[in-house]
């Protein structure tokens, strides 16, 4: 149970980050970068898969309240959610993935590590744009978006993670 007050904490400084810091960057219009997701990617690996989706989908629905995004980022947040567990399996060793703990660089390796910021990244980004886009149309600025975002969201996230590394197998 002490994870979840974890969890809540590092939610809560990644929350005050966004809204205080990086929501008032002024960057260009084609790069949108949300910390929040760094919640679900980080997440311990032995996190049952309904009370992830639970996670993310309750994170997002905050998350849509302090940026006044109705569903946006509840529904993209589940959707890289559900897709996390076959990510971790894809990437992660079983050894590794079996003993759970927070998925870090220093637990993962760098390039695994990267892989997996970076898979997970465009797994939310794709679907986001595409739908605060409401649909494809201009087809060539949202692909710009979602790599400019995938790129320095994953900079970001790994930045952020850095601390974790200190104790490998805790969050």
């Known amino acids: ?86 990510v971790l399996r894809w990437i992660a060793s079983r050894e590794i993935s079996d003993n759970g703990g927070t998925p870090t660089s220093s637990r993962l390796g760098l390039s695994r590590f990267l892989s997996y910021v970076v898979t997970m990244v465009t797994l939310w980004a794709i679907p986001f744009f595409i739908l605060e886009t409401a649909g494809v149309a201009n087809t060539f600025i949202t692909i710009l978006r979602i790599v400019l975002s995938v790129v320095v969201t994953s900079v970001l996230i790994y930045f952020l993670q850095l601390p974790l590394n200190r104790n490998r197998y805790d969050v």
């Open 1 to 86: 149970m002490p994870k979840i007050f974890t969890y809540i904490t590092t939610f809560l400084v990644l929350a005050l980050l966004q809204i205080f810091v990086i929501s008032h960057l002024e960057l260009n219009q084609y790069l949108n970068v949300y910390i929040y997701i760094m919640i679900v990617v980080v997440a311990d690996m032995q996190i049952k898969g309904y009370a992830l989706l639970l996670l993310a989908f309750s994170l997002g629905v905050i998350a849509d309240a302090i940026e006044g995004s109705p569903g946006l980022l509840t529904s993209t947040m589940t959707f890289m959610a559900f897709c996390r567990p076959q």
